[in-house]
């Protein structure tokens, strides 16, 4: 039996519609939602990734505030200009793409970040107060994940769930949110043993290590939910080059219950979940001003 194909593209589709109406019902109100994206260096994938999410805020209609430095930015500089996006009411939420360059010390550019403002919840507060289940910005992957599991099973109490991958950005914090359902949750990393045996005793797979292929089909449990985060460009025999996830999906199809495929998965909810992480932070900015409107 083959399993219920995930559409990712299509769940983001209807987001980015809700979320452009309420942009629309803010605007007249008068408060425009800004996000401020901030891109140093000229890696080609962060200027792919920059690119779409700029012209998606576009979209939407939210404000968008673009700051392109060169490598040799320094630390100080970075944190000059975050400080600055911090204080200025027209931003509502900051991005700085990672990776940044070798020598910028990223984790004091992140928490640089106003935490009201930290739109990809990376800084120590959203991460805290995360784990400790109070109101926080969660990280936009795995709350994209978890929209696209909840399409299919909306109650999780008692699911067994596997998470492959501790990142910050991703692994850890895609855990907490398991958690936060009432999953039983394990996370598997690169020194964890027989990780066969805990796929195939898994109701939910979340596959997030960057490595194309390696959670093999006969790793599923019958009627799994596989989440495959994976974003691979491989290079066929005839030199055909295609985006492949971390699941062998060929395979594994013929398993799951519900799988989402690459490209056309997670990677359309990511962007969404930020537009719609901006939008929040705008109302809550109005809200914390005691301008309600
Ligand atoms: N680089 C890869 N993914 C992300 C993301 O979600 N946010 C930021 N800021 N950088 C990234």
């Known amino acids: 039996m083959s399993a219920t194909i995930i559409d990712g593209r299509a769940a983001a589709g209807r987001l980015r519609q809700r979320i452009a109406a309420r942009t629309a019902e803010l605007t007249k109100e008068g408060l425009i939602p800004g996000l401020a994206v901030v891109l140093v260096g000229d890696d080609p994938a962060s200027q792919i990734y920059v690119g779409s999410k700029t012209r998606q805020a576009q979209e939407v209609g939210i404000h968008h505030f673009d700051h392109r430095l060169p490598a040799t930015t320094t630390t100080a500089q970075l944190v000059g200009l975050v400080k600055q996006l911090n204080e200025s009411p027209e931003v509502h939420g900051i991005l700085v793409q990672l990776p940044l360059p070798a020598g910028i010390n990223s984790p004091q550019v992140l928490s640089t970040i106003d935490p ?25 992957t795995p709350q994209g994940c978890m929209m696209l599991i909840k399409e299919v099973q909306p109650d999780l109490a008692g699911q067994r769930a596997l998470v492959i991958g501790r990142s910050n950005i991703v692994g850890k914090p895609m855990a907490q949110l398991l958690l936060r359902n009432d999953c039983t949750v394990t996370i598997a990393h690169s020194r964890t ?12 797979v979340v596959a997030a290590i960057g490595r194309p292929k390696a959670i093999a089909g006969d790793w599923i449990r019958p009627g799994a939910i596989v989440i495959d985060v994976g974003i691979n460009r491989v290079t066929d025999d005839n030199g055909t080059s295609r985006l492949v996830g ?17 490209p056309g998965g997670v990677g359309p909810m990511t962007i969404a979940c930020l537009l719609m992480n901006t939008v929040h932070a705008a109302i809550r900015a109005r809200l914390r001003s005691g301008n309600t409107v």
């Not at 009201?116 to 936009?140: M, Q, W």
């Open 246 to 262: 971390d699941v062998d999906f060929a395979n594994a199809v013929n398993r799951a219950g519900a799988i989402t495929p690459v």
């Open 116 to 140: 009201a403002k930290d739109v990809d919840g990376f800084h120590a507060c959203n991460v805290g107060r995360l784990s400790l289940g109070e109101e926080a910005i969660v990280p936009c």
């Open 193 to 204: 043993r027989d990780l066969p045996a805990l796929c195939q005793e898994s109701d939910i």
